[in-house]
């Protein structure tokens, strides 16, 4: 009897061990020792890193891009060796049409169910074969409460040349190709994924008109740069001005009664990747209600993960201008794969540049 019951027990230690352990489900996989993740900077706690290294014994390395051309360029010129990348939207669907993103596999990735169902199936990755969303946000103006009365709430204050023309000097823009033209295209009252030649045209004549007042284009530093007073207008992503702002207070971020970008980024594998398994156990984790939450607590971006909105402080989840309401929404727009257009998008982004 006492030899059955030490029988059970064990088997019963065996269960929970194989229910818990970071094994695959089958155990038949192992982890690799590194994970090499290629993000943008400053989007991962990285207290993250450090606690999925202390439970899985995975040390994860981090390389940093700017925008999404820069890290379509990388995978064009043949870079090898990263297990996890983080593109848009658009960059998903572009990525995956030339055949460089792997399909993932389910069955590591349970947590996937914590999506917001509004989050699942997107139209730039339908069944989401090969992404799966990290954090989504908007793009607008960041600006120091300071100098202005009223938040400068339209593209207008980078591109009017009575409301810009004050500002010559403290203005800094993404460099991005596709956010910069977007804006200009916005204030226009274009959709920012056309492919006029003519309306594309008008959009670069006024991002070279912008250009005397333009301090620098910048997508890394541009919060930095704000909060130092060396600029007062920032063309911005939203998360990263409130992120700035818990130590700059006279920061603040403003959307564009125009319209602007509303974007998603996701959490993709390449081809190439050395150990697509431990990426999948990556992403697993980070799909956890209580580190989806800290990813959020961060950035202050917005969570697409629902069971992790609960952790997520009050501050952010009740911020309009990173949760924003129905109506702000609807003036919104993703950025879209324009197909052939993206070679114009291109060339007039590399003309602006050049001049
Ligand atoms: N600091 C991280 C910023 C990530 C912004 N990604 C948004 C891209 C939208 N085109």
Redesign the pocket.
């Known amino acids: 009897m006492k030899r059955f019951v030490t029988l059970m027990l064990v088997a019963v230690m065996v269960l929970i061990v194989a229910a818990c352990g970071p094994a695959s489900p089958q155990g038949a996989q192992e982890l690799a020792k590194e994970l090499h993740v290629y993000?943008?900077?400053?989007?991962i706690d990285p207290e993250i890193y450090a606690e999925f290294e202390a439970e899985f014994g995975v040390k994860v390395i981090e390389d940093t891009f700017a925008?999404?051309e820069d890290l379509l360029a990388k995978f064009q010129a043949g870079a090898s060796g990263y297990d996890l990348i983080?593109p848009?939207?658009?960059?998903v669907n572009i990525m995956n049409q030339l055949g460089l993103l792997a399909e993932l596999n389910y069955d590591n990735i349970p947590n996937f169910a914590n999506i917001d169902e509004r989050f699942r199936d997107p139209p730039y990755d339908p069944g989401n074969k090969v992404s799966v969303p990290y954090?989504w946000?908007t793009?607008g103006i960041g600006y120091d409460a300071d100098v202005f009365e009223e938040p400068p709430d339209s593209w207008g204050y980078l591109f009017d040349p009575e409301m810009a023309a004050p500002y010559a000097g403290k203005i800094s823009m993404?460099n991005?190709p596709?956010?910069a033209l977007g804006a200009a295209l916005k204030y226009l009252g274009y959709s920012l994924n056309s492919n006029d030649a003519a309306q594309l045209e008008e959009a670069k004549q006024l991002l070279l008109q912008q250009k005397a007042w333009v301090a620098t284009y910048d997508?890394?530093g541009f919060e930095d740069l704000l909060a130092a007073g060396e600029t007062q207008l920032a063309h911005s992503?939203s998360?990263?001005i409130f992120?700035a702002a818990v130590e700059a207070p006279q920061l603040w971020y403003a959307i564009p009664k125009e319209g602007g970008?509303i974007?998603t980024?996701n959490l993709a594998i390449p081809k190439t990747a050395n150990s697509q398994y431990t990426a999948e156990v990556f992403i697993n984790y980070l799909l956890r209600p209580e580190v989806g939450a800290k990813v959020s607590n961060y950035?202050w971006?917005a969570s697409p993960n629902e069971a992790a909105t609960e952790f997520i402080s009050q501050e952010i989840t009740g911020e309009p201008a990173i949760y924003p309401p129905e109506d702000v929404m609807d003036r919104l727009e993703f950025?879209r794969d324009v197909g052939e257009a993206t070679t114009l998008y291109d060339r007039i982004w590399t003309e602006i540049k050049s001049q």
């Open positions: 993000n943008w900077s400053e989007y925008s999404n983080v848009s939207d658009y960059m954090q946000g793009s993404l991005d596709r956010e997508s890394e992503w998360g990263d992120m970008v974007w980024d950035t971006y950025i």
